[in-house]
């Protein structure tokens, strides 16, 4: 079985500041995928970044950028310039490449960006 | 492109009753996975189906139930409810052969259960 932990239950950040989020995951597969989603208050959920097991470098989706490593089973998502826009809830998410349709989440961090 | 869509917004029911969750999935999408959210904790998968057949099942019993129908939309069926079925129900479509199987989820279904 897979598990994802985030260790992180909040984060409060200045507007323009950088903040990174932890996730660490086990599982012995060596295929999988690895993404962070955002949900913001009373809104649906969607997909911030993604990140291939098999690929050595870091995913990067404008100011949202991951540090992958696999050894570790370490995934951080790092926020650079946060915008109030960026206030949500923020899930660490897992899926193997043997079964690639059950995605298993992390319990979240909360993100507060402040003015 | 139409995204998805779940029906009812909000839903109050007594425990022992029965609810009927509706998920519309996105445009071209054929599967669609449900997932129990409790406040504050993240979706816990419940199960996909695939070509109107469920395709995997996380670790819910079976009063929890659903159907896919021709044109891909599902339904979420829970027997019997407790007082621990009050939750988001968060359905996401996805498309087999797409990009890492990637999920687009809908804006849910917050049941409360009393």
Redesign the interface.
């Known amino acids: 079985a897979q598990t994802v932990t985030q260790s992180q239950p909040e984060m409060s950040v200045q507007e323009a500041e950088t903040v990174t989020l932890s996730c660490t995951y086990d599982t012995s597969e060596s295929n999988y995928y690895l993404f962070w989603y955002k949900q913001p208050p009373s809104r649906q959920m969607i997909l911030v970044i993604r990140q291939e097991a098999y690929k050595q470098q870091n995913a990067t989706e404008n100011r949202f950028s991951v540090n992958f490593q696999k050894a570790a089973k370490s995934f951080s998502l790092k926020i650079s310039d946060s915008q109030l826009g960026d206030t949500a809830m923020y899930f660490c998410a897992f899926v193997p490449g043997s079964n690639d349709y059950k995605l298993s989440f992390g319990a979240g961090t909360t993100v507060t960006v402040r003015a | 492109e139409t995204g998805?869509t779940q029906s009812p917004t909000h839903l109050i029911k007594t425990r022992g009753q029965q609810v009927t969750l509706r998920c519309s999935s996105q445009s071209g999408h054929n599967?669609v996975?449900w997932?129990q959210q409790a406040l504050?904790?993240?979706?816990?998968?419940i199960f996909?189906y695939?070509r109107e057949e469920e395709?995997?099942r996380?670790n819910f019993p079976p009063r929890f139930s659903g159907l896919q129908f021709p044109n891909y939309s599902s339904e979420l069926n829970v027997n019997a409810l407790e007082l621990d079925d009050s939750a988001l129900y968060?359905c996401?479509s996805s498309l087999v052969g797409g990009l890492?199987?990637?999920?687009?989820?809908?804006?849910?279904t917050r049941l409360t259960v009393l």
């Open positions: 998805v599967t996975s997932y504050g904790q993240g979706p816990q998968f996909q695939y395709n995997g996380g968060l996401a890492h199987n990637e999920q687009f989820f809908g804006p849910g």
